[in-house]
């Protein structure tokens, strides 16, 4: 078993509970075991742009330090850290280069933190679980398939945080691929729609739930147009917005037709044919179970 | 009328920017008392289990703010102390029948912990050397036992929430969470249990009535008489 | 209308330029920002005005909604261009109205069935971006 460590995120432990139950099981399936430091802190959410900005670089390279702590007692074998969460990705890698690259932020940085028992060197790698499967390689998940997902069409939603800014995604910001690849060797049908990487609103779900349930709709119902049967999330914030949220479109347009949205990890539990506690399809709002039942991939 | 050690070592300490000169041995506390301030607030046990004397002191010649308890820290030469009598607090209001230990209830009472920066400045203000900051965030994520067992020294003193700058009263959460481990996650202790049903029945009654009617030499008498738990 | 701009009109823009280190003066207002983005229907200034407010040195910038209502998705990084990231310049807006004590949203609006249900993800980058 490779051994990478693993950043949840606060909302993993949370909300997002099926994104991480899918995931853990899915990564022991293939090989990775994904180890957890003992002790981390929430990174933050948003990288902090402000060019004078010391204290926001914190909470992202404390956790930093927590990977390296992990690898200098051997509990992991290299320098990466996997994050699921989309935001979580890109605030922890943005702050981990501007810590290597800004030598008067990086000096300030490690003054303040005196209690760390190690100084950050600067060394760990940032990836997201897509980028960690691409790695390993598509043929290597498609070998655990064991039930391919026929007849199911995916709209990969990749979001923002997980592509842009350009030369920090996972992937080419115009014309990505990578979930279609990794749903596409779970022997699914992909389908393309043009709002797959605009914004589904992130942090304005809070005060502004109006505004994001107009996105949703927007997103949703050109999913629907394009023929797609769930749409397939990489964050847990895109997730509640284009989710739980549904709620809330309802009400805004009546005739709007819900539609399963589920973690790609999710999908891939299934594929590999691991058991409820791994897909975990229960938190998922609105429930998918009818429709895959309907597609024979569920019982 | 403190007796001085003829080989204790005077220091100088400022109180409220008046310089002062000290027996070295003595602690903040003593020391304030020592050069004629009167304690009507700040003080409480004096014996680093309540959390009144919570005091702010810089060094002579250095920019690094400190903070400790007045009754337990001796002083140092240089040392420049204020008192924090008091922190303005806003300790939430719940009925702990009902709650469920997880990151919602805590969420729903202290929302402001998600605006915690992960600083640290919380655990560096800590006289009780709690990983301030680790159990704010395991609040955030609803490791309720991880927040009850690392803040179980706390003595909310209130040095963490005056230093905090996402203005989170991080004593309060844990208080919250100690509160939730205890009754939801741990459970009533089988001894407390037993002797309230003891007293119940009625175990008791008949030696508290004698207490209450029996006069006080002879209660003088009984009490310097009693048996002593050994230490 | 006469703009007449001054020396504190510089100040204000290089002030901008420094907090976001982009440089706005690139801009030749193309509108491929405002085009991409996804919020322009909440925004009282389109994306590229504001940056052409800031051109010209006009504090007017920090007064729009377009920067509260601004979800930082960076479609305007990736489309501009000459490589100016929009996006910075918004918080370096958002930066100077916040640095004065001013908060956009207060956790006390929030109802407590509100504050179970969000994704902690949710309120902690609401909370980073919107308050002091």
């Known amino acids: 078993m490779t051994r990478i460590a693993y950043y949840p995120g606060c909302t993993l432990k949370t909300n997002a509970r099926n994104f991480e139950a899918s995931t853990l099981a899915t990564a022991e399936a293939l090989g990775i075991e994904l180890v957890e430091p003992g002790r981390w802190n929430c990174c933050g959410t948003v990288h902090a742009l402000a060019k004078d900005d010391v204290m926001h670089h914190l909470a992202p390279v404390r956790n930093l330090i927590r990977v390296e702590e992990l690898s200098n007692k051997g509990a992991i074998d290299g320098k990466q850290v996997v994050t699921l969460c989309a935001m979580c990705y890109n605030t922890l890698k943005r702050s981990n280069q501007v810590f290597n690259q800004d030598s008067d932020k990086r000096k300030k940085i490690r003054d303040i933190m005196t209690k760390e028992d190690i100084q950050y060197s600067g060394n760990v790698e940032v990836i997201h679980y897509l980028e960690a499967l691409r790695s390993l390689g598509w043929d290597k998940v498609t070998a655990r398939v064991v039930k391919p997902l026929k007849g199911l069409k995916v709209a990969p939603y990749y979001g923002c945080l997980l592509l842009r800014p350009r030369g920090i995604g996972v992937d080419d910001a115009d014309h990505p691929t990578i979930m279609e690849d990794l749903l596409k060797a779970l022997g699914a049908e992909t389908v393309e729609f043009a709002y797959s990487q605009k914004c589904c609103g992130s942090y304005h779900t809070v005060q502004m739930k109006e505004a994001v349930a107009d996105l949703s709709h927007r997103i949703l119902k050109q999913a629907e147009v394009a023929g797609a049967d769930v749409v397939a999330m990489a964050c847990p914030l895109c997730e509640y917005n284009l989710g739980p949220r549904q709620e809330q479109v309802k009400k805004q347009y009546p005739s709007f037709n819900s539609i399963p949205v589920v973690y790609f990890t999710q999908l891939m539990a299934l594929a590999f044919g691991l058991d409820d506690e791994a897909t975990a399809f229960e938190a998922n709002r609105p429930d998918p179970s009818p429709l895959l039942k309907e597609k024979g991939l569920l019982e | ?231 | 209308m006469i703009l007449r701009t001054g020396p504190e009109n510089k100040r204000y823009r290089d002030r901008v330029k420094e907090l976001s280190g982009e440089n706005v003066d690139l801009c030749f207002q193309c509108g491929a920002c405002s085009s991409g983005c996804p919020m322009t229907q909440e925004m009282d200034y389109l994306p590229s005005k504001v940056i052409r407010m800031v051109q010209l040195g006009l504090e007017e910038a920090q007064e729009a909604k377009t920067i509260w209502v601004c979800t930082t998705c960076f479609n305007c990084e990736v489309r501009c261009p000459r490589g100016i990231d929009i996006a910075n310049v918004m918080e370096a807006l958002r930066q100077m109205v916040l640095r004065k004590k001013y908060n956009r949203v207060s956790l006390d609006d929030l109802s407590p069935e509100e504050l179970r249900e969000l994704p902690q993800v949710a309120i902690v980058s609401n909370q980073r971006k919107l308050t002091a």
Do not use: W
């Open chain 2, 1 to 231: 009328m403190m007796r001085l050690e003829s080989k204790d070592e005077m220091v100088t300490i400022f109180v409220m920017g008046k310089k002062h000169s000290v027996p070295g041995s003595l602690t903040i506390m003593k020391a304030m008392e020592y050069t004629g301030h009167q304690f009507r607030r700040g003080a409480g046990c004096r014996g680093g289990f309540c959390g009144a004397c919570a005091t702010l002191y810089r060094k002579k010649g250095g920019y690094k703010l400190e903070g400790a308890l007045a009754c337990q820290k001796i002083v140092e030469d240089g040392m420049y102390i204020a008192q924090i009598p008091f922190s303005p607090t806003d300790k939430k209001t719940y009925k702990l029948e009902g709650l469920k230990p997880d990151a919602p209830t805590i969420m729903e009472y202290y929302p402001e912990i998600s605006r915690c920066l992960a600083c640290n400045t919380c655990t560096k203000a800590c006289p009780q050397d709690i990983a301030v900051m680790d159990y704010v965030q395991a609040s955030l994520r609803g490791d309720i036992e991880q927040a009850a067992k690392l803040s179980f020294d706390c003595l909310s003193c209130g040095l963490c929430a005056v230093r905090c700058p996402a203005e989170i009263v991080p004593y309060n959460v844990g208080m919250l969470a100690r509160r939730l481990y205890s009754k939801y996650m741990v459970g009533p202790t089988q001894h407390v249990l037993n002797r309230v049903k003891e007293i119940e029945e009625g175990k008791y009654d008949s030696e508290v009535k004698e207490l209450m009617t029996m006069p006080l030499d002879k209660l003088k008498v009984k009490y310097n008489t009693r048996d002593k738990v050994a230490e």
